[in-house]
């Protein structure tokens, strides 16, 4: 699911927090009330519920406000157009927005992951019986590839794969690039993989 448009702000919703279904305060039916807070993906109710079934991938947005009058918070659904005109007249601010242009789309995992029976691999050789993977060409002969991970254990690394090989079943990884993965694709030596998960740069 890509970030959402915005981020949240404020005060949030909490189990005292009233859900509006008329834009009215629910203690005392006032219209007079701020903006305290912006939520991103608050609960649902039966407006949402329905939509929700249809749309399971899309985000939802509610601004939470006190009443002016009895102080009560209250809450309630809002779509982007609602979201702008209100950034607009200064009753939410710019900083709600977030740019999108900041995230880079990463390819999702596939088969098998990380685990403690997956040994790395420093210098692409079988950890057991020192088996080179030195060139691409010998993938499937030396080794076999069944997973690759978008969240290898290392800050400075964004892909791993995972192998195992083919002469002793040990099964290791090491930190591969995104161009590795793109020529395992085109080689059909892994499936096609989707890419649906976002990293901010």
């Known amino acids: 699911m890509p970030p959402t448009e915005y981020t949240s702000w404020g005060q949030q919703i909490v189990d005292d927090t009233q859900a509006s279904s008329n834009y009215l305060c629910q203690n005392c039916d006032s219209k007079d009330a701020i903006i305290v807070g912006f939520v991103v993906n608050p609960p649902l109710n039966s407006s949402t519920g329905n939509i929700v079934k249809q749309f399971p991938d899309q985000t939802y947005y509610a601004i939470v406000l006190e009443c002016q009058k009895c102080f009560a918070t209250f809450w309630f659904h809002i779509d982007k157009r609602g979201i702008e005109s209100r950034i607009s007249n200064g009753t939410l601010p710019e900083e709600i927005r977030i740019d999108l242009n900041n995230y880079a789309l990463l390819y999702d995992c596939w088969g098998e992951q990380i685990h403690d ?85």
């Open 117 to 201: 029976g997956v040994l790395r691999s420093n210098n692409w050789q079988c950890p057991k019986c020192n088996s080179d993977y030195f060139e691409e060409n010998r993938v499937n002969q030396l080794y076999k590839i069944i997973g690759v991970t978008n969240d290898p254990p290392s800050p400075n690394n964004i892909y791993g794969a995972i192998l195992e090989c083919q002469k002793c079943f040990c099964k290791l990884w090491f930190h591969v690039s995104e161009d590795w993965i793109d020529r395992m694709i085109e080689r059909k030596i892994i499936p096609k993989i989707e890419k649906t998960k976002y990293i901010q740069d």
